[in-house]
């Protein structure tokens, strides 16, 4: 447990104050009290429930102020909560490195069938978009709830020559915040990236509103995510942990995987063949500057794992949570009670 507001904490060290005040009151008591003849005689007419009863309803109030104490320092803990991710990109590597088959019966159909399996099983109030890259990168299906749409346009893969992960990242980026201004050109061609001033370039698609933008913290964004699915290093377009670092500006985590062996390779023309190693240090520096995870996937079901492990995080996701209300509950609930008892024992507060 940690605690946002520490220093609250110093006011726990006037507890023994507290214990020595109380003390001090029942002995002001005892030397004001009448004089019996006989200490037996107050004994038999005072049970020794009495005699202790009298002493809960103040240590009560002594956990309460101690828990209300602990409460104020704003303590935060490691909880599983719903998810609450409305919007997934799927960005995926088309290049033809994906016909490698060291992964069976090659990694773009084995690619394929994971990430239908993975769609089918995300909640139905998630929104899915899909974004392929390879030379270049292109939006194979908008943002959509509908889940035949997106199967359907994952059959509507091309393999194309070239890797380039950072205009697929980037181009994920902007269909997951399609609102944001973000000028893909700019970026992708090299100039200036635009971080919400005012710009006559347009994004890819359609001309936008841009509007202001200021950096926020890397993955602080939880309306939405993008997995990132690549089996090469990249060949062409921008640096990728650069456009990491653009996608990290806007606070998205990005989840990488990394698909196939390094002994993979691409059946050639007349009997040659080429390696396809696949980059796991570009992905896992992405995943890295992001604050996603990264994630190694060398076979068929290795991928179906991942995605499984990925689908059930869009369901329950454990993170750092203030329970403070959880401790001014229970510091109300003892207080209450040193009231009650007080009342119904004694007939008075």
Do not use: C
């Not at 346009?153 to 201004?181: E, K």
């Not at 390696?275 to 240090?281: G, L, M």
């Amino acid at each position: 447990m940690h605690f946002i507001w520490s220093q609250a904490l110093w006011a726990l060290l006037s507890l023994p104050l507290l214990i020595i005040l109380y003390i001090w009151i029942l002995s002001r008591r005892r030397s004001y009290a009448v004089q019996f003849s006989s200490l037996q005689i107050v004994r038999g007419a005072v049970s020794w429930r009495t005699r202790y009863r009298r002493h809960i309803p103040p240590v009560l109030i002594l956990m309460a102020i101690t828990v209300g104490i602990i409460g104020l320092a704003r303590p935060t803990a490691t909880v599983t909560l719903p998810a609450d991710y409305m919007t997934l990109v799927m960005a995926v590597d088309v290049s033809r490195s994906m016909l490698a088959e060291d992964v069976e019966p090659n990694r773009i159909k084995a690619a394929q069938a994971a990430v239908k399996e993975f769609i089918r099983e995300l909640p139905v109030d998630i929104r899915v978009g899909i974004v392929s890259f390879a030379g270049t990168a292109q939006v194979v299906q908008a943002v959509s709830e509908s889940r035949t749409d997106l199967v359907e346009a994952i059959d509507r893969f091309q393999l194309q020559r070239g890797t380039a992960t950072g205009s697929g990242l980037l181009l994920a980026l902007a269909t997951l915040m399609p609102d944001a201004g973000i000028n893909l050109e700019s970026a992708i061609y090299g100039e200036s990236f635009t971080r919400g001033s005012s710009s006559n370039s347009a994004p890819l698609e359609a001309k936008k509103t841009v509007v202001p933008f200021k950096p926020v913290p890397a993955g602080s964004y939880s309306s939405g995510a993008i997995v990132l699915l690549s089996d090469g290093r990249r060949t062409t377009g921008p640096d990728p942990l650069e456009a990491a670092r653009r996608v990290a500006e806007r606070g998205v985590k990005v989840y990488t995987v990394a698909f196939g062996t390094p002994n993979g390779f691409i059946p050639g023309y007349e009997g040659y063949s080429f390696y396809a190693r696949v980059d796991e240090e570009a992905l896992q520096g992405i995943a890295k500057i992001t604050q996603g995870e990264f994630f190694r996937a060398s076979n068929g079901q290795d991928l179906q794992q991942i995605y499984e492990h990925l689908s059930a995080k869009f369901r329950l996701e454990t993170k750092e949570t203030e329970v403070s209300v959880l401790f001014a509950g229970g510091a109300a609930f003892l207080m209450l009670a040193a009231l009650l008892l007080s009342l119904w024992w004694f007939k008075r507060i």
